[in-house]
C-alpha cells in the first residue's frame, strides 16, 4: 500500500523556508531582514507567471542558488 498526500500553503512553506534562511546565514553571517528576504527571493525559482503571483508568490526556495 502507497499512501501519497498532497498539501500546500505557509504551513507547508515555512519550514522550506526557515531552513533555505538557516543555510544563507551559516554561509554569510548575520543580516539585516531585508536582505535575507531579498536574496531568499533573488535565489527563489519562478514557477507559473513571472514575477510575483497568487498562487506560486515568489517562487520556490532554491538553495543550491541561495547558497551556491
Known sequence: ???VCWASGTS???PAVSAVAALIV???GSMNPDAL???LAASADDLGASGTEPIYGRGRVNALKAVP
Open 12 to 14: 507547508m512553506a515555512a
Open 26 to 28: 551559516g554561509k554569510f
Open 1 to 3: 500500500t502507497r499512501n
Open 37 to 39: 528576504a531579498n536574496r
